[in-house]
């Protein structure tokens, strides 16, 4: 069963960071394009990062020189380190993996808050 676990999110003050894991589990996912996404309240999803197979690296308007993507294929995890955070990127973050195959089921987690005090 293939599963995606997000872990590392909670509660932290304006200006702080916070370190985002997913956990892949049931095959490996290092040929996948993998990816964050999150959902504030009331606002559709949205893609933070993503990252490429090949490591090629993307990110959201809004999070540019303050979040960074980076994966481990040999840990089978994703992760997401944010910087400077301020109180608009409060939001649930759901981790997202994809075979670069047009049509491909892609996996999605459970997701993580992640909330920014002011």
């Known amino acids: 069963q293939v599963q995606l676990v997000e872990s590392g999110g909670g509660l932290v003050q304006a200006g702080g960071s916070l370190r985002l894991s997913c956990t892949a589990s049931?095959?490996?996912?290092?040929?996948?394009?993998m990816a964050w996404f999150r959902q504030a309240p009331g606002k559709e999803r949205e893609v933070v990062a993503r990252?490429?197979?090949?490591?090629?690296?993307y990110y959201g308007d809004s999070v540019v020189g303050r979040f960074t993507i980076s994966r481990d294929n040999a840990k089978n995890t994703l992760y997401l380190q944010m910087n400077s955070l301020k109180p608009e990127d409060t939001a649930v973050y759901y981790c997202?993996?994809?075979?670069?195959?047009?049509?491909?089921?892609?996996?999605w987690g459970q997701g993580t808050q992640v909330t920014v005090s002011s």
């Open positions: 990252i490429t197979w090949a490591i090629s690296t």
């Open positions: 997202n993996a994809a075979p670069p195959v047009a049509g491909s089921v892609a996996y």
């Open positions: 049931g095959r490996a996912f290092s040929n996948d394009n």
